[in-house]
Nanobody, 126 residues
Framework: QVHLVESGGGLVQAGGSLRLSCAASGRDSGPCVMGWFRQAPGKEREFVAAISCAGGRPVYGDSVKGRHTLSRDNAKNTVYLQMNSLTPEDTAVYYC???????????????????WGQGTQVTVSS
């Protein structure tokens, strides 16, 4: 497992933007697949987006597709989630997650991720 530290959450008005960051540490080589999930009160943890170091485009959950952009800086073992056109339905705790280091394939279910951050709160007011 790796240690994941998230930052960038907060309160924003509907229509606004936020950028979340997640930095990985603890392995000589950073995890290949990193992503974000979110969990709203009373709801299941939901896949948001993930990206692989093996190339290809990030994968997005249906609820954020077209509004959010995931990118990564491999040198810093950091991923960035740019969230635009936020709505109150985006309010949740956002968790950074990473798959085991040798895995290069993106998975959209939480079962495939073995490292999790502590979570950062995103609140969108109407």
């Amino acid at each position: 497992q790796v240690h994941l530290v998230e930052s960038g959450g907060g309160l924003v008005q509907a229509g606004g933007s936020l950028r979340l960051s997640c930095a990985a540490s603890g392995r000589d080589s950073g995890p290949c697949v990193m992503g974000w999930f979110r969990q709203a009160p009373g709801k299941e943890r939901e896949f948001v987006a993930a990206i692989s170091c093996a190339g290809g485009r990030p994968v997005y959950g249906d609820s954020v597709k077209g509004r959010h952009t995931l990118s990564r800086d491999n040198a810093k073992n950091t991923v960035y989630l740019q969230m635009n056109s936020l709505t109150p339905e985006d309010t949740a705790v956002y968790y950074c997650a990473a798959r085991p280091s040798r895995v290069t394939v993106i998975q959209t279910t939480r079962r495939g991720y073995d490292s999790w951050g502590q979570g950062t709160q995103v609140t969108v007011s109407s």
